[in-house]
């Protein structure tokens, strides 16, 4: 049996690259709209339109929130919450 800690999960496919989840993280964090404070990073690539999301070590999860803040400015539903083994677990690869 492992140890599980909740985490956001990203489909990034369906992602418009909105960044309105960059925005809302960081507003979680500093009370302001500063998207450099977000523990999440949503990058497009122009070339390829392709696109990469990161969550970053600091993302509580919005712990004490029933919905995460990312989760719930993500239209596409590309976000959601789940969970992952924890460090101190087997790793699976
Ligand atoms: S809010 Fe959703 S669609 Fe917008 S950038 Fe973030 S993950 Fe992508
Ligand atoms: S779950 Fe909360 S802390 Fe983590 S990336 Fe989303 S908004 Fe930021």
Request: proline residues 3%; contains cysteine.
């Given at each position: ?22 925005l809302a993280c960081g507003f979680h964090?500093s009370k302001k709209m ?35 803040f ?24």
């Amino acid at each position: 049996m492992g140890v599980f800690t909740e985490t956001i999960l990203a489909d990034a496919r369906a992602c418009t690259a909105c960044m309105a989840c960059e925005l809302a993280c960081g507003f979680h964090w500093s009370k302001k709209m500063d998207p450099s404070r977000s523990t999440i990073r949503v990058h497009r690539n122009d070339a390829t339109g392709l696109v990469d999301i990161q969550v970053l070590e600091g993302c509580n999860a919005c712990n004490g929130f029933e919905t995460p803040f990312c989760v719930s400015v993500c239209a596409p539903r590309v976000l959601s919450l789940g969970r992952k083994r924890s460090a101190n677990a087997a790793q699976v690869r």
